[in-house]
Nanobody, 121 residues
Framework: QVQLVESGGGLVQPGGSLTLSCTAS????????MSWYRQAPGKQRELVAA???????DYADSVKGRFTISRDNAKNTVYLRMNSLKLEDTAVYYC???????????????WGQGTQVTVSS
């Protein structure tokens, strides 16, 4: 009923930049928080950045000052601008959104399929 699709991942050199996009579609009534997580091989998934519908943003300490989360509510899209990329930023990045579905009573959490970001020289 709802799908989140990420795009924008790829290979980049240390110090480079990438912008990830995630668009939600389907039987959506309202989207509250949209966020980005990442997971490296053998590691736990971790929160990277989150942005409420009201514009409140939170970042992991490891990316603060380098990454910027933003959203276009008219397009149901959230972005993650990643600057000054480091080797340790290599991971699969997942989009997450808290969404109220049409005709439902409570928000549900949805995940995208993930997009690979590889930082390597």
């Amino acid at each position: 009923q709802v799908q989140l699709v990420e795009s924008g991942g790829g290979l980049v050199q240390p110090g480079g930049s990438l912008t990830l996009s995630c668009t939600a579609s389907g039987n959506i009534f309202r989207i509250n928080t949209m966020s980005w997580y990442r997971q490296a091989p053998g590691k736990q998934r971790e929160l990277v950045a989150a942005l409420t519908s009201g514009g409140t943003a939170d970042y992991a300490d490891s990316v603060k000052g380098r990454f910027t989360i933003s959203r276009d509510n008219a397009k149901n899209t959230v972005y993650l601008r990643m600057n000054s990329l480091k080797l340790e930023d290599t991971a699969v990045y997942y989009c997450n959104a808290d969404i109220l579905i049409v005709s439902d009573y409570a928000e549900r959490s949805f995940w995208g399929q993930g997009t690979q970001v590889t930082v390597s020289s």
